[in-house]
């Protein structure tokens, strides 16, 4: 038996669930990063997207785990803490950080900027809620502007 | 029964929750080119990343001299600390020259950061942050080496090779410019030179296969005036040095990734240029590989390459040139002078690239020899696959980018030497971009290394030397008070004698120097300021103190009043 053959031979959520990496204490103290839910954001008539990030009873972590964004620019976020706990969240923008206080069953809003394409993570800020799992990421999907690229022919991609 | 959601508002800046002002005076507004021109007379500023046009860090202050220096301290320090996780955090370091302008400071720092202080109390005035992503390609950590100010702006890139015009009172972006391809692997680390109505940029990405290209940009708009790849095409000048059916020229490096000088009256903007790519492939880019490893003379006006020396053909060392080109004058001719990674220091003729000499000023030289006229035999370097060669200089160099200093009163040339070899074990692979693209294995050697910061007249003459038991990592700054400053990757940032090279001070800063350390006076009082923090390219330049502490601190001493 090796952990290859089992990541190629079960599903990844099911493996994910199986061994307790999904969770709070469970296979460790915090759930492992990145193991939750993935979301696209929505885009609005005039190019600015728009997402709700979440924080669920007892989960700490954010919902989605991953949040999807077609392109760089601005982002509206809506930031939801439906935990019994009080928590908060910094964001990366472009010109400073975001950041939020969260009591428990809370909602507020954020409003960033950001380049593409790459990711970024964004948490909560506080004891460590990050290591826990409320460590989360934003993608940036796309390509830099045509003005910006290299003056060569279409290079081979991995 | 649903309970209503309490109203958390709307996320506000970070900084909001910080004791910064917010606001810094409006001290950049009337530097303009003129002032650029003369900014080593602007003793009490530090207006450029050299602090003058012609890259010498040298400064005419001199309160702080050698009969003083002992009683030298402390003044105030910064910690610039991080949240939140961030690209490459194992290396991030300062590699930056804070600029001064009548009392308020520019920093640069790792990951977007900038910083605004107040210059005679090391508080925040205001900070801007860049979000840059975690996935950005960095062949050599997250850093930055510096701002340009001018017109009431200071301008800045970042690691995702963003071009940044921010305002100077409160870092509100006035404009910004996406200047490289961070898909292809390029990013941006250089400090930005302002010459005339424009701002002088160069990528990074070479690691990587990228085509390296000098840009300039309009300073008020940030349009692009001109580019200019320093890897030519088909057809254009230089590519008869590149195999001509392959496709080598299009991952070809030669990226500018360290601030050039500038001569006005020659009207020329002297770049160095990195290594080719792959690093140590050579056998897939037969020829010499212009203009890699080279200085780039241009016209500012036109980005023309009016002439070019290459200081490492064909190199498979990766022996970058991309460090300072230093602009002085001897016997009435216009010289510029060049400590470069090969380990040979070299002096060219700045108004038409004609070799003066050559002499080498690391103890340790085996990849080749460099004749004094300029003749390169090749003796040592990755040739078999899979056969390991150790060579000295490692490819960190004989001095990495890390700068040297000139003194016009001493007419001696200060360098932070680097002395340890490396072994390259040739693997050729194909290129995929954004994949680093090195064509070998290297390891870099983690003892019998030395360095020290050695004086050189400017024939190559070596005059003193102090030494260190690990490679100097750090820029060297020197003064008219006969004091050269350095700081070394233990943490001691020290105070020289010019002239003799006998250590008259020293503070130990808690964290290894890989930064350029520069001086100002404000109301009569000089300050020496170093940004401290051990990271960087460790791998590569001393990968003996990879386990060193970081840090992240700018510290201001001054004599006590």
């Known amino acids: 038996m090796t952990i290859a053959e089992e990541n190629i031979t079960e599903e990844r959520s099911e493996l994910l669930a199986r061994l307790g990496l999904d969770g709070q204490n469970k296979a460790s103290m915090g759930r492992v990063l990145a193991t939750g839910s993935i979301a696209e954001a929505t885009e609005r008539a005039d190019g600015t997207m728009e997402a709700t990030i979440r924080i669920k009873e007892d989960e700490v972590c954010w919902d989605p785990a991953i949040l999807v964004l077609p392109h760089g620019g601005d982002l509206e976020l809506t930031v939801i803490n439906d935990d019994k706990n009080t928590h908060a969240c910094l964001l990366p923008s472009n010109g400073d950080q975001k950041f939020l206080w969260l009591v428990n069953h809370s909602r507020g809003k954020a409003k960033i900027r950001l380049d593409g394409p790459g990711y970024y993570w964004y948490s909560s800020p506080g004891g460590n809620d990050e290591g826990r799992g409320l460590t989360a990421a934003i993608v940036v999907q796309g390509e830099v502007p045509p003005e910006a690229r290299l003056d060569r022919p279409t290079q081979p991609r991995a | ?561």
């Open chain 2, 1 to 561: 029964m649903t309970v209503e959601y309490v109203d958390a508002g709307e996320a506000i800046d970070h900084s909001a929750l910080s004791s910064m002002a917010g606001v810094a005076p409006a001290v950049t507004n009337d530097i303009d080119y003129e002032r650029l021109l003369n900014a080593r007379s602007e003793s009490q500023n530090w207006l450029t990343y050299y602090g003058a046009y012609d890259g010498q860090r040298y400064s005419l202050l001199d309160q702080i001299n050698t009969g003083n220096v002992s009683k030298l301290s402390p003044a105030w320090i910064f910690q610039a600390g991080h949240s939140g996780q961030m690209a490459a955090t194992s290396t991030y370091a300062f590699e930056a020259c804070p600029l001064v302008v009548d009392g308020v400071m520019y920093v640069t720092g790792w990951d977007g950061w900038f910083w605004a202080l107040d210059a005679v109390t090391g508080k925040e005035l205001w900070r801007y942050k860049h979000a840059i992503p975690f996935d950005v390609s960095l062949c050599c950590s997250n850093v930055n080496r510096g701002c340009a100010v001018a017109k009431g702006k200071v301008f800045f890139v970042t690691p995702n090779a963003q071009l940044l015009a921010l305002d100077a009172t409160n870092g509100d972006v006035v404009w910004q410019k996406t200047i490289g391809d961070v898909r292809a692997g390029e990013s941006a680390s250089i400090a930005p030179t302002v010459i005339k109505d424009t701002l002088i940029t160069g990528s990074a990405g070479g690691e990587f296969g990228v085509r390296g290209h000098i840009d300039c940009w309009d300073l008020e708009t940030g349009e692009q005036r001109w580019r200019t790849y320093t890897v030519p095409k088909p057809g254009e000048p230089g590519s008869e040095t590149w195999p001509a059916d392959g496709e080598a020229w299009q991952r070809g490096g030669g990226n500018h990734w360290v601030t050039g000088t500038y001569d006005p009256e020659l009207n020329l903007y002297y770049a160095g240029t990195g290594n080719p790519a792959p690093d140590f492939d050579g056998g897939v880019r037969e020829g010499d590989n212009l203009y890699t490893d080279s200085v780039v003379a241009m016209d500012v006006d036109t980005g023309e390459i009016k002439w070019h020396y290459q200081f490492t053909p064909h190199d498979l060392w990766d022996y970058d040139s991309t460090m300072e080109m230093t602009l002085f004058e001897r016997d009435g001719k216009k010289l510029l002078g060049h400590f470069d990674k090969n380990g040979y220091f070299f002096v060219l003729d700045r108004t038409n690239g004609e070799l003066q000499h050559v002499t080498p000023f690391v103890d340790r030289i085996d990849w080749g020899v460099i004749t004094r006229d300029g003749k390169v035999t090749p003796r040592k370097y990755p040739d078999k696959e899979g056969e390991p060669v150790h060579f000295y200089p490692g490819p960190a160099g004989a001095k990495e980018w890390t700068h040297a200093a000139y003194s016009r009163k001493t007419e001696l040339f200060y360098v932070p030497v680097a002395d340890v070899g490396a072994t390259a074990t040739r693997r050729r692979r194909e290129f995929k971009e954004g994949i680093p693209y090195w064509g070998a294995g290297v390891q870099v050697d983690i003892d019998n290394m030395a360095g020290s910061v050695s004086a050189f007249d400017t024939y190559g003459e070596e005059k003193w030397r102090w030494r260190i038991d690990y490679p100097m990592a750090a820029s060297v700054l020197a003064t008219a008070g006969d004091l050269v400053f350095a700081g070394t990757p233990t943490g001691e940032f020290v105070a020289l004698d010019a002239r003799t090279g006998e250590k008259l001070w020293e503070f130990q800063c808690g964290s290894g120097h890989h930064s350029s350390c520069s001086t100002y006076s404000v109301d009569g009082k000089q300050f020496v300021v170093v940004p401290v923090g051990w990271g960087g390219w460790l791998e590569g330049i001393v990968p003996g103190l990879l386990g060193q502490g970081h840090g992240s601190a700018v510290i201001a001493f001054a004599l006590p009043d």
